[in-house]
Protein backbone atom coordinates (compact mmCIF):
# COMPACT_ATOMS: atom_id res chain seq x y z
CA UNK A 1 0.00 0.00 0.00
CA UNK A 2 1.18 3.44 -1.19
CA UNK A 3 1.59 5.97 1.87
CA UNK A 4 1.35 9.65 1.00
CA UNK A 5 2.44 12.02 3.33
CA UNK A 6 2.37 15.60 3.29
CA UNK A 7 4.24 18.88 4.70
CA UNK A 8 3.78 21.36 6.56
CA UNK A 9 0.49 20.18 8.36
CA UNK A 10 0.08 24.13 8.42
CA UNK A 11 1.37 26.89 6.56
CA UNK A 12 1.00 30.66 7.74
CA UNK A 13 1.53 33.30 4.64
CA UNK A 14 -0.17 36.55 4.07
CA UNK A 15 -1.99 36.94 1.15
CA UNK A 16 0.83 37.76 -2.13
CA UNK A 17 3.10 35.52 -0.77
CA UNK A 18 3.87 32.12 -2.46
CA UNK A 19 3.32 28.78 -1.17
CA UNK A 20 4.98 25.80 -1.48
CA UNK A 21 3.24 22.55 -0.54
CA UNK A 22 4.88 18.88 -0.41
CA UNK A 23 3.77 15.64 -1.21
CA UNK A 24 6.05 12.37 -0.59
CA UNK A 25 4.73 8.76 -1.27
CA UNK A 26 6.15 5.93 0.33
CA UNK A 27 7.21 4.06 -3.36
CA UNK A 28 6.89 5.77 -6.74
CA UNK A 29 4.00 6.61 -7.89
CA UNK A 30 4.91 7.77 -11.62
CA UNK A 31 3.30 11.04 -12.03
CA UNK A 32 -0.42 9.87 -11.17
CA UNK A 33 -0.73 12.27 -8.30
CA UNK A 34 -3.47 14.88 -7.89
CA UNK A 35 -4.08 17.71 -5.49
CA UNK A 36 -7.02 19.30 -4.06
CA UNK A 37 -8.24 22.35 -1.96
CA UNK A 38 -11.06 21.96 0.52
CA UNK A 39 -12.82 25.04 2.13
CA UNK A 40 -14.82 24.43 5.12
CA UNK A 41 -18.55 22.59 4.31
CA UNK A 42 -17.59 22.15 0.85
CA UNK A 43 -16.59 19.50 -1.58
CA UNK A 44 -12.96 19.28 -2.75
CA UNK A 45 -12.31 20.73 -5.34
CA UNK A 46 -9.61 18.89 -7.78
CA UNK A 47 -6.75 21.80 -9.10
CA UNK A 48 -3.86 19.11 -10.11
CA UNK A 49 -4.36 15.98 -11.81
CA UNK A 50 -1.50 13.91 -13.25
CA UNK A 51 1.07 15.98 -11.30
CA UNK A 52 1.33 18.98 -13.76
CA UNK A 53 -1.67 19.24 -15.30
CA UNK A 54 -4.28 21.84 -14.02
CA UNK A 55 -7.73 20.39 -13.94
CA UNK A 56 -11.04 22.91 -15.37
CA UNK A 57 -11.29 26.35 -14.34
CA UNK A 58 -8.15 26.39 -12.71
CA UNK A 59 -5.85 29.58 -12.32
CA UNK A 60 -2.46 29.67 -13.49
CA UNK A 61 -1.79 30.67 -10.06
CA UNK A 62 -1.77 26.95 -8.94
CA UNK A 63 1.36 24.81 -10.47
CA UNK A 64 1.75 21.59 -9.84
CA UNK A 65 5.20 19.31 -10.49
CA UNK A 66 7.59 16.18 -9.58
CA UNK A 67 7.10 12.87 -10.44
CA UNK A 68 8.30 9.31 -9.16
CA UNK A 69 8.02 9.98 -4.68
CA UNK A 70 8.28 13.59 -4.56
CA UNK A 71 5.74 16.33 -5.48
CA UNK A 72 4.98 20.19 -5.03
CA UNK A 73 1.84 22.02 -5.48
CA UNK A 74 2.52 25.65 -5.61
CA UNK A 75 0.64 28.74 -5.21
CA UNK A 76 2.53 31.69 -7.20
CA UNK A 77 0.71 34.76 -4.98
CA UNK A 78 -2.06 33.46 -2.77
CA UNK A 79 -5.14 35.27 -2.87
CA UNK A 80 -7.64 35.69 -0.15
CA UNK A 81 -9.75 32.67 -1.33
CA UNK A 82 -6.85 30.61 -1.11
CA UNK A 83 -6.44 30.19 2.12
CA UNK A 84 -7.81 26.12 2.83
CA UNK A 85 -6.70 22.65 3.38
CA UNK A 86 -5.09 20.85 0.64
CA UNK A 87 -5.24 17.25 0.04
CA UNK A 88 -2.87 15.26 -2.49
CA UNK A 89 -3.86 11.90 -3.73
CA UNK A 90 -2.57 8.83 -5.77
CA UNK A 91 -4.18 6.32 -7.76
CA UNK A 92 -2.68 2.87 -7.56
CA UNK A 93 -4.43 -0.30 -7.66
CA UNK A 94 -6.91 1.97 -5.27
CA UNK A 95 -7.04 5.51 -4.50
CA UNK A 96 -5.35 7.06 -1.34
CA UNK A 97 -5.41 10.78 0.15
CA UNK A 98 -2.50 12.72 2.01
CA UNK A 99 -3.71 14.20 5.08
CA UNK A 100 -3.32 17.39 3.83
CA UNK A 101 -1.57 20.80 4.65
CA UNK A 102 -3.90 23.70 5.58
CA UNK A 103 -2.63 27.14 4.35
CA UNK A 104 -3.44 30.10 7.19
CA UNK A 105 -3.39 33.64 7.61
CA UNK A 106 -0.10 34.46 9.27
CA UNK B 1 -22.43 19.90 -16.95
CA UNK B 2 -22.17 17.37 -14.48
CA UNK B 3 -24.47 17.12 -11.18
CA UNK B 4 -24.19 14.32 -8.30
CA UNK B 5 -26.63 14.18 -5.62
CA UNK B 6 -26.22 11.90 -2.45
CA UNK B 7 -29.13 11.60 -0.74
CA UNK B 8 -30.07 8.57 2.18
CA UNK B 9 -30.70 8.46 6.24
CA UNK B 10 -28.55 11.10 8.18
CA UNK B 11 -28.62 8.84 11.22
CA UNK B 12 -27.82 5.63 11.47
CA UNK B 13 -27.75 2.67 14.94
CA UNK B 14 -24.44 1.25 15.23
CA UNK B 15 -24.50 -2.48 14.08
CA UNK B 16 -27.31 -1.45 11.31
CA UNK B 17 -26.11 -0.87 7.71
CA UNK B 18 -25.69 2.60 6.33
CA UNK B 19 -27.23 2.98 2.74
CA UNK B 20 -26.79 5.81 0.29
CA UNK B 21 -27.84 6.20 -3.20
CA UNK B 22 -25.95 9.17 -5.62
CA UNK B 23 -27.99 10.44 -8.48
CA UNK B 24 -25.77 12.08 -11.38
CA UNK B 25 -26.96 14.55 -13.86
CA UNK B 26 -24.95 15.02 -17.27
CA UNK B 27 -23.32 12.30 -17.21
CA UNK B 28 -23.78 8.60 -17.78
CA UNK B 29 -22.42 6.17 -15.25
CA UNK B 30 -21.49 3.70 -17.89
CA UNK B 31 -18.72 5.15 -18.17
CA UNK B 32 -15.60 6.48 -16.01
CA UNK B 33 -15.31 5.50 -12.26
CA UNK B 34 -18.44 6.21 -9.60
CA UNK B 35 -16.84 6.74 -6.33
CA UNK B 36 -18.26 6.72 -2.52
CA UNK B 37 -15.33 8.90 -0.94
CA UNK B 38 -15.46 9.44 3.25
CA UNK B 39 -14.64 12.45 5.74
CA UNK B 40 -14.89 12.04 9.30
CA UNK B 41 -15.73 15.71 11.29
CA UNK B 42 -12.37 17.63 10.64
CA UNK B 43 -10.40 14.75 9.87
CA UNK B 44 -8.84 13.79 6.11
CA UNK B 45 -10.38 12.14 3.04
CA UNK B 46 -11.22 8.24 2.79
CA UNK B 47 -11.97 6.47 -0.39
CA UNK B 48 -14.43 3.91 0.27
CA UNK B 49 -14.78 2.05 -3.66
CA UNK B 50 -15.62 2.61 -7.10
CA UNK B 51 -17.87 1.29 -9.80
CA UNK B 52 -17.76 0.93 -13.15
CA UNK B 53 -17.16 -0.53 -16.63
CA UNK B 54 -21.40 -1.61 -16.13
CA UNK B 55 -20.74 -3.20 -12.78
CA UNK B 56 -17.31 -4.01 -11.84
CA UNK B 57 -16.55 -2.87 -8.42
CA UNK B 58 -13.09 -2.17 -6.68
CA UNK B 59 -13.12 -1.59 -3.38
CA UNK B 60 -10.78 0.19 -0.10
CA UNK B 61 -9.18 -3.29 1.37
CA UNK B 62 -9.66 -2.00 4.63
CA UNK B 63 -13.37 -1.26 3.70
CA UNK B 64 -13.85 -4.49 1.69
CA UNK B 65 -15.49 -6.89 3.63
CA UNK B 66 -18.53 -4.45 4.79
CA UNK B 67 -19.09 -2.84 1.14
CA UNK B 68 -21.21 -3.41 -1.59
CA UNK B 69 -21.24 -0.52 -4.36
CA UNK B 70 -24.06 -0.95 -7.09
CA UNK B 71 -25.53 0.96 -9.96
CA UNK B 72 -29.24 1.38 -11.43
CA UNK B 73 -28.44 2.36 -14.96
CA UNK B 74 -31.84 3.35 -16.11
CA UNK B 75 -32.03 5.78 -12.92
CA UNK B 76 -28.32 6.76 -13.76
CA UNK B 77 -27.77 6.11 -9.91
CA UNK B 78 -24.96 4.41 -7.81
CA UNK B 79 -25.67 3.17 -4.33
CA UNK B 80 -23.10 2.59 -1.28
CA UNK B 81 -24.20 -0.36 1.30
CA UNK B 82 -22.08 -0.36 4.41
CA UNK B 83 -22.75 -2.87 7.08
CA UNK B 84 -21.95 -3.77 10.82
CA UNK B 85 -21.59 0.13 11.14
CA UNK B 86 -20.11 1.81 14.38
CA UNK B 87 -19.23 5.24 15.74
CA UNK B 88 -15.97 5.08 13.75
CA UNK B 89 -18.39 5.52 10.36
CA UNK B 90 -19.49 8.59 11.33
CA UNK B 91 -18.28 10.86 8.28
CA UNK B 92 -19.52 13.15 5.49
CA UNK B 93 -20.05 10.67 2.49
CA UNK B 94 -19.27 12.13 -1.07
CA UNK B 95 -19.84 10.31 -4.40
CA UNK B 96 -17.48 11.46 -6.83
CA UNK B 97 -16.40 10.83 -10.92
CA UNK B 98 -13.36 9.54 -11.86
CA UNK B 99 -12.97 10.32 -15.37
CA UNK B 100 -8.82 9.42 -15.07
CA UNK B 101 -7.00 9.96 -11.52
CA UNK B 102 -8.63 12.40 -10.34
CA UNK B 103 -11.59 13.40 -8.70
CA UNK B 104 -13.53 16.23 -10.91
CA UNK B 105 -17.20 16.14 -10.01
CA UNK B 106 -18.46 15.17 -6.61
CA UNK B 107 -21.74 15.95 -4.58
CA UNK B 108 -21.57 18.26 -2.00
CA UNK B 109 -22.04 15.57 0.46
CA UNK B 110 -23.86 13.93 3.31
CA UNK B 111 -23.17 13.72 6.74
CA UNK B 112 -24.13 10.34 8.23
CA UNK B 113 -23.86 9.69 12.04
CA UNK B 114 -23.75 6.32 13.58
CA UNK B 115 -25.65 6.27 17.05
CA UNK B 116 -28.34 4.47 18.75
Same mark, same amino acid.
Given at each position: &???????????????? &???????????????????????????? %???????????????? %? !????????????????? &?? &?? !???????????? !?? !?????????? | ????????????????????????????????????????????????????????????????????????????????????????????????????????????????????
Amino acid at each position: &EIVLTQSPATLSLSPG &ERATLSCRASQSVSRYLAWYQQKPGQAP %RLLIYDASKRATGIPA %R !FSGSGSGTDFTLAISSL &EP &ED !FAVYFCQHRGNW !FT !FGPGTKVDIK | QVHLQESGPGLVKPSETLSLTCTVSGDSISRYYWNWIRQPPGKGLEWIGYIYDSGATNYNPSLKSRVIISEDTSKNQFSLKLSSVTTADTAVYYCARAPYGGFDYWGQGTLVTVSS
